[in-house]
């Protein structure tokens, strides 16, 4: 048996619009998240003559994706033996998290994995899986480097930041989107504001790397602000428009903005294509974090017992 884990990442610089292969429109810069990940074991399977799932956290749609990425990989590397798969994720498939990402960087480094070793040849390099995880799965490539990753064209990569964070998310709606990722990279194409959408993501990049590192924190805030801003308005220019912002998602964005107000600090907050609100805490802020909850009234969420950096809005 072979067992492969990988996290989950929330970007800062959006990828978003897309040619083929799953090569981006633009540059994107993500944060990678520990505590939410996926683990995949996969196991020969002598008797059967396709692969199989033995346990069903996915939809039909999400396991042919799946199978087709695995077949890929076979496929490449000349692998003609079937698996029985076992997926498992550390947080709620109800969290708002796309599982798409951490899913897809597992199953392939558990197909690599796999393969090499029953053909006793070498594991390939993080940069060379994180490639042909992108093809499964755009943003998974940036699963591979940990904790901060940029990703420009093909090439997916560590970067080092001298900064420490902590990520939580506010849970604002946690049932299926209407418009898949998939169909927001496509719808994009149609909106006006796409024209110079690379250069916006590849200036606001450069900045907010620079002021990561020269410890400009407000200003970090205020560049992945304008970021997810940017890419919303993607969203609600396409022909036809579509938005996943609601009522809570606003009221919660216009807190923390009030927040920072009050205490010239704050979070770095982000929205994926999605409602729910991403938060990054400098670390060392306990403090201010615990304010935020309490003055706002959200409530910490646990996941069989244990703290998961959840938060409810109390609405
Ligand atoms: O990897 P996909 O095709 O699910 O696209 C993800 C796109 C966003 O999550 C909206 C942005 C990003 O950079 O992760």
């Known amino acids: ?10 970007a800062l610089i959006k990828y978003m619009g897309k040619q083929e292969k799953n090569i981006p429109c633009n540059v994107s810069l993500s944060y ?138 506010i849970l604002i709606n946690s049932g299926k989107k209407n418009i898949s990722s998939s169909e927001a990279h496509r719808r994009v194409q149609s909106s006006l504001l796409m024209k110079n959408r690379p250069q916006r993501a590849e200036f606001r990049c450069e900045k907010l790397i620079s002021a990561l590192k020269s410890g400009k924190w407000h200003e970090a805030y205020q560049i992945c602000w304008e970021e997810f801003q940017d890419m919303h308005a993607l969203f609600e220019t396409s022909s036809p428009h579509f938005g996943y912002i609601l009522p809570a998602t606003l009221d919660a964005l216009i807190k923390i903005r009030k927040f920072w107000k009050e205490h010239n600090d704050g979070p770095i907050v982000t929205l994926d294509a999605g409602p729910n609100v991403h938060l990054l805490w400098k670390k060392g802020s306990k403090e201010l974090h615990k304010s935020f909850y309490e003055e706002y009234d959200f409530q910490k969420f646990s996941f069989f017992g244990s703290d998961c950096n959840l938060f409810i809005a109390n609405l």
């Not at 048996?1 to 929330?10: D, G, L, Q, R, V």
């Not at 346990?55 to 042919?64: A, F, Q, T, Y």
């Open 1 to 10: 048996m072979w067992t492969a884990k990988a996290p989950s990442n929330i």
């Open 32 to 169: 990678t998240l520990d505590n939410f990940f996926t683990e995949v074991q996969l196991n020969l399977n002598g008797k059967s003559d396709s692969d199989e799932f033995i346990n069903d956290i996915l939809s039909e749609n999400e396991k042919n994706r799946f199978l087709n990425h695995l077949q890929y990989i076979k496929d490449l590397l000349s692998f003609n033996g079937y698996f029985s798969i076992r997926s498992m994720n550390s947080f709620p498939k109800s969290a708002g998290i796309a599982s798409s990402a951490s899913s897809f960087a597992a199953l392939t480094m558990c197909a690599f994995k796999a393969i090499s070793d029953v053909k006793g040849i070498k594991m390939p390099s993080q940069e060379y899986m994180s490639s042909i995880s992108r093809i499964g799965s755009g943003s998974s490539c940036r699963s591979f480097f940990s904790p901060w990753c940029i990703w420009r064209e093909e090439e997916s990569k560590k970067i080092d930041l001298p900064v420490e964070v902590e990520h939580q998310l």
